[in-house]
C-alpha cells in the first residue's frame, strides 16, 4: 500500500481530497481511502493536527487535500465581552474544545452543555459546519495530556 509520508501546506494541483471530521484529523499512522478512492496508509513520524488545506504527501508525489468535514456544532453568543469571558470560562473548566472567535465560541453540539449555557444566559445556535478548535496552550495542535 502506497504510504503518505509527510504534509504539505500549499500544492498547485492536488490528485484527490480527504474529508475527515476534528476527531478524525489527529493521527499518526492508520489506513485511508480518499474521498476518490485513493487508498493509502498514513504513515507519519508522530501524530499530527491535520488541517483543514493541508495536503498528505504520498510517496509517488501526489498529495491528497484535508477538508474539514461538516460537523454538528454549536454557536455561543453572550450579552458583551465580559459575559461570554464568563462563559468561555465554564467551556475551559470542562476541557471542551472550542473556537474562539471575536463576539462567539463555537463548540461541538451537546445537550448538556447546551443547556449549562443557556443556565448561564447565553444564547445557543445549533449548526453544522467544520469544526477547527484552539490548540494546546503548549505547543501547536492538540495536547494530549496535562498535569494542574
Request: hydrophobic content about 40%.
Amino acid at each position: 500500500m502506497i504510504r503518505a509520508t509527510r504534509v504539505a501546506n500549499k500544492v498547485a494541483d492536488p490528485a484527490d481530497s480527504i474529508t475527515l471530521s476534528y476527531g478524525d484529523r489527529f493521527r499518526r499512522r492508520i489506513a485511508m481511502v480518499s474521498d476518490g478512492g485513493i487508498e493509502f496508509l498514513l504513515d507519519l513520524a508522530e501524530a499530527k493536527e491535520l488541517m483543514n488545506g493541508d495536503f498528505l504527501v504520498l510517496e509517488d508525489g501526489r498529495h491528497i487535500k484535508v477538508i474539514a468535514a461538516s460537523e454538528n456544532l454549536m454557536r455561543v453568543k453572550a450579552k458583551d465581552k465580559q459575559h461570554l469571558a464568563r462563559a468561555a470560562w465554564h467551556v475551559g473548566n470542562r476541557h471542551l474544545p472550542c473556537e474562539i472567535h471575536p463576539d462567539f465560541i463555537v463548540l461541538t453540539f451537546d445537550r448538556i452543555i447546551e443547556k449549562m449555557l443557556l443556565g448561564l444566559g447565553c444564547e445557543v445556535e445549533q449548526f453544522d459546519g467544520p469544526f477547527s478548535p484552539e490548540g494546546g496552550a503548549y505547543g501547536q495542535g492538540r495536547v494530549l495530556g496535562h498535569s494542574h
